[in-house]
């Protein structure tokens, strides 16, 4: 996505900045979106702070809370077989 435009923007006294439209419609990046700034050798990076932070299984694991019984290999089988039913069935 490497573009040739140079596009020019200054720094406000509160030091703020104003990405130009065009660069904000492309990366449809809306009011209020959070960026990451990271200084590099060549400048700074501006990335899109991801909505839901990277996890893990073993982070999750056990969240939801469940009563019942465990169920086995074939009722987990079994209950597969029929959502896929039920989605074939309906469209």
Do not use: C, Y
Not at 11 to 39: M, Y
Not at 46 to 68: C, E, N, R
């Amino acid at each position: 996505m490497a573009h040739s435009e140079n596009l020019i923007t200054t720094v406000s006294t509160k030091g703020q900045i104003t990405l130009p439209k065009t660069i904000r419609q492309r990366r449809e990046w809306e009011t209020g979106t959070r960026l990451i700034v990271e200084e590099t050798p060549e400048g700074v990076l501006l990335k899109q702070i991801p909505a839901f932070a990277p996890t893990s299984p073993d982070d999750v694991f056990g969240m939801l809370p469940f009563s019942d019984d465990p169920k086995t290999l074939e009722e987990m089988g079994a209950g597969v077989l029929a959502e896929a039913r039920r989605r074939h069935d309906r469209d």
